[in-house]
């Protein structure tokens, strides 16, 4: 067993630094399609389910597999020659992210509900894709036989999202915050401007990282006599390769566990921001709590995650992670009992964020060891998007679900926590089998 100053100095190579900045590039648009749209929407008179449905956009996450392929051969003119291949692509990404931003800037919801949907559509589209070019350059970092790199990118990735989603979603809600109490009804507006200096800063320090020249790609000719060949080289024999290599009954099992894993943590964090709310907090408030005090316990408790997954094992961790996630959810259910408490909303805050951490960072391990690196960003975004579907368009339905138990906020969050246990009993039915 390595020694733990052996274990910790790969993160200390230039390689994570890269991968962080691409994390936060990667979390950022959660912000703006979860935490700002969701508010906004509230704070215009919009019902708990109208606002889960709206959480339907999400849904391109676990859809963008299918463009995949094109991420991985598709040249962009200029773009890919000047700035490498997986670069251009983000950032092309992030100027229709910002453009996104700046259309929302100049209409209201009760007014331009189904244009501001559709705006949010184009930024969940443009976030999925760039996450494409992100996950394969973080994989490319390490061979697959360095399982303690992996390990530590996956840790510094998923340091670099919450980064993205909680240091915007303080600048987000404190902003609205203050520009309301000015006086500006067009608060959120505002705040969407100002949110857009985030893109150009992202952006500019993008430009600035080296990407290794192995990560450039043939073009695609897709002219009507290569349509088939390429949906075969591109789509279907990426997927085929994942069943061929694990069998057909475990690539099913792995693909349900995927699915599964993380659904219950989907429902309590989609309509939380809506919790939160409707039981006294303020902006400011959950600015602080929620996104404040969750970044800085989120980034320590994403390292040691990432250490003890390395330590301990990807199977160990799953299970642990999968039986804190869950229960972490029944604070929660406290919460809504007691009403508005601060001292609970930080410990819930706490836990939560301890185990989310967690498992995200043995969550995507995991999916990276069971990758073929033929076929690598394609692979990732098939697994990923499995997991997202579970997290997405399920979690849609957590608004009418509230609504459904008549706002009874603490049975919401008991059967979220519910949701872990099949995931859980597949991943033992299947323990002896894992690659891992």
Same mark, same amino acid.
């Given at each position: ?48 389910? &109208? ?5 339907? !956009? ?10 995949? /392929?094109?991420? $991985? ?6 773009? &890919?020659? &000047? ?8 950032? %092309? ?13 100049? !209409?209201?919801?009760?007014?331009? =509900? ?19 070019? !992100? ?8 061979? *697959? ?45 505002? &705040? ?19 990407? /290794? ?26 997927? %085929? ?32 921001? !809506? ?58 259910? =406290? ?36 990758? $073929? *690196? ?33 706002? $009874?906020?603490? =049975? ?25």
């Amino acid at each position: 067993m390595k020694p733990w100053a052996q274990t910790l100095a790969v993160y200390r190579e230039n390689r994570m630094a890269k991968i962080f900045l691409f994390g936060v590039i990667s979390g950022f648009p959660w912000v703006l399609i979860g935490t700002c749209l969701s508010l906004w929407l509230k704070e215009n008179g919009l019902s708990r389910s &109208t606002i889960g449905w709206a959480g339907l !956009i999400f849904g391109v996450y676990a859809l963008n597999f299918l463009w995949a /392929p094109l991420i $991985d051969k598709l040249k962009i003119p200029y773009f &890919t020659k &000047t700035f490498g291949h997986r670069k251009s692509w983000v950032l %092309l990404c992030q100027i229709i992210i910002f453009l996104g931003l700046f259309s929302w800037s100049f !209409i209201t919801p009760t007014e331009n =509900l189904f244009f501001i949907i559709v705006v949010g559509l184009f930024i969940a589209i443009s976030s999925a894709t760039q996450d494409i070019a !992100i996950d394969a350059f973080r994989i490319e970092q390490a061979k *697959r036989s360095e399982e303690a790199a992996m390990a530590a990118g996956a840790a510094m990735a998923v340091i670099g999202w919450w980064t993205g989603f909680k240091v915007g979603g303080i600048l987000s809600l404190y902003s609205a915050e203050l520009f309301q109490r000015a006086g500006f009804e067009n608060y959120w507006q505002l &705040t969407f401007l100002l949110l857009s200096l985030i893109i150009i800063i992202c952006s500019s320090c993008l430009i600035m990282i080296d990407e /290794p020249i192995k990560s450039e790609s043939k073009t695609i000719n897709v002219d009507a006599n290569s349509h088939l060949i390429w949906l075969s080289e591109c789509i279907l024999d990426p997927i %085929l390769s994942f069943f061929k290599k694990n069998g057909w009954g475990l690539a099913l099992a792995l693909i349900s566990f995927i699915f599964l894993f993380k659904i219950g943590e989907a429902f309590m964090g989609r309509m939380s921001i !809506i919790f939160y709310k409707e039981i006294g907090f303020s902006k400011t408030d959950i600015a602080l709590y929620s996104k404040g005090v969750g970044w800085i316990t989120t980034i320590a408790f994403t390292l040691i995650g990432g250490v003890f997954t390395i330590k301990a094992g990807i199977f160990k961790a799953l299970v642990l992670s999968g039986i804190a996630m869950a229960t972490t959810n029944l604070f929660f259910s =406290l919460m809504a009992w007691v009403e508005r408490s601060e001292l609970l909303f930080v410990f819930a805050v706490l836990l939560d964020d301890l185990a989310t951490a967690f498992a995200t960072v043995t969550f995507v391990a995991f999916i990276s060891i069971l990758i $073929d *690196r033929n076929y690598t960003a394609t692979q990732y975004a098939l697994l990923a998007s499995v997991g997202t579907a579970g997290r997405t368009l399920l979690a849609s339905s957590s608004g009418a679900m509230v609504d459904w138990l008549n706002g $009874d906020w603490a =049975l919401f969050f008991i059967l979220t926590t519910m949701m872990v246990i099949p995931s859980l009993i597949l991943l033992f039915l299947i323990k002896n089998r894992l690659p891992v």
